[in-house]
């Protein structure tokens, strides 16, 4: 990690020692079985979706991810968990925003295909949001939903290389041969990309 050259000094024993003092339980190996799967959002709440609703996968290694896709629930927030949880809805994505506070459950990991775009080619390479709401109810799309789900895109561009564009960050109607109409004309695209441009 260091440069050859970099001479042994304070500042390298001073990681050392940080790196020893790291609880034991937060090491990978450690929590393999303890509980809650790690989620890819630290903010995020591990709220699996059945595997018979995904794809199981290992990108970017086996699918490189180029695209984050924005999408309304058109159901309240516990459902759309509940219907992740459903085998027979053949339908996830990798994380739901919730309306009234922005709080980020994740369903599906990163590294696994969720079913959400409708597009094969489009589940394959991208990450799926989904917000708590209607196209035709605008209340639902509020301050925290915003800022909760452009924290989330801006990690999720950070990790994966993804430009903070319109180009890579786009409504699922924008999924070539959809027919859904999601996030819908009340979604202010302008707004979520300047709190994703800030995050
Ligand atoms: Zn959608």
Known sequence: ????????????????????????????????????????????????????????????TTHPVDRVVIHVTQTLCAKALTVFQNPRKKVSAHYVVRSVDGHVAQCVRESDIAWHAGNWDYNTRSIGIEHEGWVDRPAYFTAALYEGSARL????????????????????YEVPGTDHTDPGPNWDWGRYMRLVGRA
């Open 1 to 60: 990690m260091e440069r050859a050259k970099t001479l042994p000094g304070r500042r390298r024993i001073l990681k050392g020692a940080a790196l020893a003092a790291v609880p034991y339980v937060l090491l990978p190996d450690a929590r393999a079985d303890a509980g809650p799967r790690t989620v890819d959002y630290p903010l995020a709440e591990w709220q699996p979706a059945t595997p018979a609703n995904r794809t199981a996968a290992n990108r970017p």
């Open 153 to 172: 895109t801006a990690s999720v561009c950070d990790r994966f290389g993804i430009p903070r564009d319109r180009a890579h960050i786009i409504g699922h």
